[in-house]
């Protein structure tokens, strides 16, 4: 049963700062990987999806990093802003259907 | 292109009644999964379903919970006889296969039971 776990729950950093979101998973046998980002009160916007043949994927200021083989793959976020502030959901795909989500990380940026 | 879309966006139903919750998915997709969100929690899958056929149900409440996608129309959440445990948030998602292109979700159904 693949599990996902993301750390940490929450994170607090102040304007500028360059910051890594991490997300683990226990069955290397994905499918792909996807970021999202859940404002309060609202549904799931995709940031970056990942293959499960890339090693990374990159927008604007967003890095996805992909690692099978050790069941990780991280969020870099560069020069963050406080419109950044919200949740990041990863999310594991199995190869025929379903994600499995992790918690999240409740990110708060401070002017 | 609309994207998912779900509504109600709010739903307030009393003890006991039906929730009907609706999700169309995004045009030229024919693939679609509901989830749900309880406060401060992640998403939990529920089901996957294509047309006129499910998938994967395994994360369904064996009771009073059921979903359809038929050849016409939106994907249907239904539940019966709610209780105050079924508020949550309720998401949709689409895909245009078998999730290889990853998911789109819709803004979700917000389910409360007083």
């Known amino acids: 049963k693949q599990e996902v776990t993301q750390i940490p729950a929450a994170l607090s950093v102040p304007e500028g700062e360059n910051l890594v979101l991490n997300c683990s998973f226990t069955?290397?046998?994905?499918?792909?990987l996807q970021w999202f980002r859940q404002d309060p009160g609202k549904g799931l916007t995709s940031l970056l999806l990942?293959?499960?043949?890339?090693r990374e994927q990159t927008s604007g200021r967003l890095n996805a990093s992909l690692d099978k083989s050790s069941g990780r793959s991280t969020l870099y976020i560069a020069a963050s802003q406080p419109g950044d502030s919200a949740t990041y959901l990863c999310a594991v795909g199995r190869s025929n259907n379903d994600m499995r989500f992790g918690a999240g990380t409740r990110l708060t940026v401070k002017p | 292109n609309a994207g998912v879309m779900q509504n109600p966006r709010h739903l307030v139903r009393r003890r006991g009644q039906e929730a009907r919750l609706r999700c169309s998915p995004m045009k030229g997709h024919s693939h679609v999964y509901w989830y749900r969100q309880l406060p401060e929690e992640g998403l939990k899958f529920m089901v996957y379903?294509?047309?006129?056929?499910?998938?994967?149900e395994s994360g369904m409440p064996k009771e009073r919970f059921s979903a359809e996608f038929p050849k016409e129309g939106p994907s249907i959440l239904r539940i019966q006889q709610v209780v105050r445990g079924d508020s949550a948030a309720y998401f949709c998602a689409s895909s245009p296969g078998q999730g290889g292109d990853g998911y789109t979700f819709g803004s979700g159904t917000r389910l409360t039971v007083v």
């Open positions: 379903l294509q047309k006129e056929n499910i998938i994967d």
């Open positions: 990942i293959q499960s043949s890339q």
């Open positions: 069955d290397s046998a994905i499918y792909n």
